[in-house]
């Protein structure tokens, strides 16, 4: 069974900063995901999915076209980054890196739990090029000094998180991997780390647990255990 914490953030007990929207999402295709016959490791599990997300959009009108495309700043293999203002960015994910949308929802709820002063708020969705992307925004964090990533190691170690190869870090106690805490994802601004594109995974398939439930020292910002 997921650990009783991680439950809590996924199903609703623990309050997580703008999780409504996300944990909302989450649990309609959660509760959907026992319907489905496939893997999550076969390719048409996810496009099913996908098909389940839309019309969970088009039921909601969750779709939005309030993106601003000539604020493109940057972009990595899973997501594209576009300013807002001086505050805050917006970013467009099509979960690339997951094997499901629900997992890439979890991810978010995660962060958002772990790390609340970069916590990811869900504005709807974009199709582009037949591309389902969820558009997020985040606080836009400026960096002042290079990141040490050996202050991240520490902190996450001492945190209960052991690094298990590169930047990837596991939590055998919470049962979730963190993965890809590199220089350009961990930022310092003013000797405070701040953790902007975290990637979290949960060991094994506990998912539908949860949101079945759901249905029913140095300064550092953010990781609340």
Not at 105 to 120: G, K, Q, R, V
Request: proline letters at 2%.
């Amino acid at each position: 069974m997921t650990n009783e914490k991680v439950q809590a953030i996924l199903s609703g007990k623990s309050q997580v900063r703008y999780g409504a929207n996300i944990r909302a999402v989450a649990c309609y295709l959660g509760a959907s995901q026992k319907s489905s016959a496939l893997d999550k490791t076969d390719k048409r599990f996810k496009q099913e999915e996908t098909e389940r997300l839309k019309a969970y959009i088009n039921s909601r009108c969750f779709w939005t076209k309030d993106v601003e495309l000539d604020k493109y700043v940057s972009e990595g293999a899973e997501q594209k980054v576009y300013l807002k203002d001086g505050r805050s960015v917006i970013k467009l994910n099509d979960a690339i890196y997951y094997l499901s949308w629900t997992d890439y929802f979890i991810s978010l709820l995660l962060n958002n739990y772990f790390f609340p002063d970069t916590a990811y708020k869900l504005l709807g969705f974009f199709e582009h090029e037949t591309t389902v992307y969820a558009v997020v925004e985040q606080s836009f964090i400026k960096a002042t000094e290079p990141t040490d990533l050996k202050r991240g190691e520490q902190f996450m170690t001492s945190n209960g998180f052991q690094r298990i190869r590169n930047n990837d870090y596991f939590n055998p106690q919470l049962g979730i991997f963190l993965e890809d805490l590199h220089d350009e994802n961990v930022l310092t601004s003013n000797g405070i780390l701040y953790f902007i594109d975290t990637v979290f995974y949960l060991q094994g398939d506990l998912t539908p647990v949860a949101l079945q439930e759901g249905v029913q020292g140095t300064r550092y910002h953010g990781l609340r255990l």
